[in-house]
C-alpha cells in the first residue's frame, strides 16, 4: 500500500484595498462580514480547496486600507485553477486570476496584485512597519460628501503646534498599553516610529508609522491628542500617559472611518526568516 502524498503548498502574496464602512474588520468573525472572511470565500471558490489569508495587520471594523499585505498557502496541485486556459504571451503569472478575483469579489474589497512569495514572507512577521493615515475636516459643513466615508468631520478647532508637541513625546520604543484595548497574551511594547500632522485648508492629516500596532492603537493616539488640540489637555499629558498599565479611560478612541492602511514595509528577500524570529520575541523597552 502506498503512503498517502504529501500536499506542497505554494505561499502567494497580494495586495489588497478595501473600504471598511460595511465590513466588522479584517479577521474572520463567525457571523460577521469581514475583509479576510470575503477574500477566503473567493479564494476558496476559485481554487476549489479551502484556503485561508493571513494579513500583515487586523484592521478594526470600518478602518479602511490602501495597501493591505497578506499571503495565502495554496497546495501545488490545485494552483493550476489559477490560470486561465489560454493564457496570453507575456502576461505576468496571476494577472489573471487578479482578473478573476475582480469578478466574484464585492465591489468594497480589491485584489490589487498576486506574486509568489519569496521564501521565509509571513505578511505579519516579516513586516518591519506599518503606515496610516488618518483624515480629519475642521469645514463648518463637515466633511465633503465624496469624503465622507474617509473623512472624520471634527466641528471644533485644533491646535496643531501642541497636537504636534504632545506626538514628539510618543515617539521611540514604549509601553503603549494606555493607548491599547487589551488581549490577552499581547503585548503592548511598540516602536513608534512617525507621528506628524499637517493641515491644508481645513484638511487635517496625520501619518502614524510603527513596527506594528496593539488593538485600536492608532485611533486611540489620534484620540488623545485631539483633546490636546481641543486644549482640553496639556501637550505633557500624552507623555504621562506612557506610564499607564491599562488603557485608559481619560479620552475617547477616534472614529473608525477617518482611519486607512496605506501600506507595509518588509525587508530584502535574503532577511524575512531573520525578521521572523525578531517580530516573534517579546519586545521589551530600552
Avoid at 495565502?72 to 494552483?79: A, G, K, M, R, T
Avoid at 486561465?84 to 505576468?92: H, K, L, Q, T, Y
Avoid at 482640553?232 to 477616534?254: E, G, I, N
Amino acid at each position: 500500500m502506498r503512503p498517502p502524498r504529501i500536499s506542497e503548498d505554494v505561499r502567494l502574496r497580494l495586495d489588497i484595498a478595501y473600504d471598511g464602512t460595511e465590513f466588522a474588520g479584517w479577521a474572520d468573525q463567525a457571523g460577521q462580514r469581514t475583509v479576510a472572511g470575503v477574500l477566503d470565500e473567493a479564494l476558496t471558490t476559485v481554487f476549489r480547496t479551502p484556503v485561508r489569508l493571513r494579513g500583515a495587520g487586523r484592521t478594526d471594523a470600518g478602518v479602511h486600507a490602501t495597501g493591505q499585505v497578506a499571503h495565502v498557502d495554496v497546495p501545488l496541485e490545485v494552483l493550476p485553477n489559477a490560470y486561465p486556459r489560454s493564457p496570453r504571451a507575456g502576461e505576468a503569472e496571476f494577472l489573471p486570476l487578479v482578473r478573476r478575483l475582480g469578478r466574484f469579489l464585492p465591489a468594497d474589497v480589491r485584489v490589487l496584485d498576486i506574486a509568489r512569495a519569496p521564501a521565509g514572507f509571513d505578511a505579519r512577521f516579516s513586516a518591519l512597519r506599518r503606515h496610516y493615515v488618518y483624515r480629519l475636516s475642521t469645514a463648518p459643513f463637515g466633511a465633503q460628501p465624496h469624503q465622507a466615508r474617509y473623512v472624520t468631520a471634527w466641528p471644533r478647532p485644533l491646535d496643531l503646534d501642541a497636537m504636534a508637541a504632545a506626538s514628539r513625546d510618543l515617539l521611540g520604543l514604549h509601553d503603549f498599553a494606555a493607548f491599547c484595548r487589551r488581549r490577552d497574551g499581547a503585548t503592548t511594547i511598540r516602536d513608534l516610529q512617525r507621528l506628524d500632522w499637517s493641515r491644508e485648508g481645513d484638511a487635517i492629516t496625520v501619518h502614524v508609522t510603527a513596527d506594528a500596532f496593539c488593538w485600536s492603537m492608532v485611533r486611540s493616539l489620534v484620540g488623545a491628542l485631539l483633546a490636546v488640540g481641543e486644549r482640553r489637555r496639556p501637550p505633557s499629558w500624552c507623555r504621562q500617559l506612557l506610564s499607564a498599565t491599562d488603557r485608559s479611560s481619560d479620552f475617547a478612541a477616534a472614529p473608525a472611518h477617518g482611519l486607512t492602511l496605506i501600506g507595509v514595509d518588509y525587508p530584502p528577500d535574503d532577511q524575512l526568516a531573520a525578521r521572523v524570529m525578531i517580530t516573534r520575541d517579546l519586545r521589551r523597552p530600552g
